[in-house]
């Protein structure tokens, strides 16, 4: 039964389908399961494909970006959240990117990580499942051709460039696991559980000032007064709602210029010393970590979770275990922080650690969503 509030779409039958394909994501098998377990399916449901397949980073960014998708009725990807991430931005690099974003998005885990195809697997109601189950229930999402909304993050950092996220942006621990294991991925999903011992035993203390407007300060109470010089979009005044130049990107309403104070309603962590920032939006980091189980697709929410210098391995380990249930608040651990919010700020003291989008690496560097 969909949620409340929620308005549905359907696929057209026949329906016509471009699926972008990574063939080295994951362990290297994403080919093999589309032919073994998603087409057969597919060819059931009426829905007819068109199968690229990417031969290099950026490719499918460039295809979405160039291409007419009149063609197609929805977009699938197969693979792990980082060729998804491709997609997205490539999609919101075109001048007619408010069309390009209603054709409808569909996720096949193919990757190690599947983070958002596990948050829907979730979102949907099914039991935990991972590998070839996992792909078999968003298969059969696909097939029943319902699909929704769902929000993207706009990120800007200090050099300039802006991103729009469908995941998490993270800084410290997680972040380092997730690059530091990229080595192993051939295990599949088991790279994360090696990774994190690893990071654990060289644990890592960033310093930093985090920031945030919770997301209280909007709900019920009009946002606070605002300079008119303030807002900015990648360094440029946007014009009022309604006057941006046709094609231009979304303007980012909340934010104020990185090089300027926060404003005075933002909350700012007392605290400068984090094992790890972690702004999450969907429910699940990985098809085993359900981080922020209250999450849901299309609720304007970012779910920030911090954690405080201090914590001991042993806490940390038993942490991480607990998120593979999602009861890891339950634990009151008083390190870890979490607080939902409509934006925030991060400023490294120094460029140490790894930063990630979506499960990709960032320069380390002053950042804002």
Known sequence: CPPPGDSYGVLPRPCHALVLLNPQSGSGRALDDFQAVVQPMLAEADIATTVFVTERPHHA??????EDL????TLVVMS???LLFEVVNGLMERPDWKEAMKKPLCILPGGSGNALAASINYYAGYDHVAKKKLLTNCTFI????LYTQMDLVSLSTASGKRFFSFLGFGWGFISDVDIDSEKYRWLGSARFTLGTLQCLAKLRVYQGRLSYLPMATEQGSSPAPRDPQAPVTNGHIPQPAGTEAPGSPPPDSLLVPLGQPVPAHW????????VLVYAIYQSHLGTNLLMAPAARLHDSCIHLFYMKAGISRVTLLKLFLAMSRGTH???NCPHLCYVPVRAFRLEPRVAAGIMTVDGEALACEPVQG
Request: glycine share 10%.
């Open 80 to 82: 792990g959240d980082g």
């Open 70 to 73: 009149s063609q197609w009725d």
């Open 329 to 331: 608040l339950d634990l």
């Open 61 to 66: 960014h460039e295809k979405v970006r160039d």
């Open 142 to 145: 696909l097939c029943k051709g």
């Open 267 to 274: 909350t700012v962590v007392p605290e400068e010393e984090f």
